[in-house]
Nanobody
Framework: QEQLVESGGGLVQAGDSLRLSCAASGHTGASVSMAWFRQAPGKEREFVAAITWSAGTTYYADSVKGRFTISRDNAKDTMNLQMNSLKPEDTAVYYC??????????????????WGQGTQVTVSS
């Protein structure tokens, strides 16, 4: 059973940067496709970014495009999310997700079979 553990969240001011990490352990063959989602209080979980196994293809939500960068290191079984120019509306719990699937809707949470517990990101104005 694969486990995903997020780290790197915290409290920052608008315009600051944060780098989130997701470490996979266990059956890491399940992490073919990986993604970040976020959920703010009272809102549904929303897609942030996704990356394929080879890291040759990345996907971003329009709201973070140009500010966030997703990357992965398969040798270390880690995935990262570099977040720059943070805004108060980026405040949420950020979740790491993975799936052994290659083809599917990367933007949908239903595509992913494994989830981390989440890390809180708070951006003050």
């Amino acid at each position: 059973q694969e486990q995903l553990v997020e780290s790197g969240g915290g409290l920052v001011q608008a315009g600051d940067s944060l780098r989130l990490s997701c470490a996979a352990s266990g059956h890491t063959g399940a992490s073919v496709s990986m993604a970040w989602f976020r959920q703010a209080p009272g809102k549904e979980r929303e897609f942030v970014a996704a990356i394929t196994w080879s890291a040759g293809t990345t996907y971003y939500a329009d709201s973070v495009k140009g500010r966030f960068t997703i990357s992965r290191d398969n040798a270390k079984d880690t995935m990262n999310l570099q977040m720059n120019s943070l805004k108060p509306e980026d405040t949420a719990v950020y979740y790491c997700a993975s799936t052994p699937s290659v083809w599917g809707n990367y933007y949908s949470p239903h595509f992913y079979s494994h989830w981390g517990q989440g890390t809180q990101v708070t951006v003050s104005s």
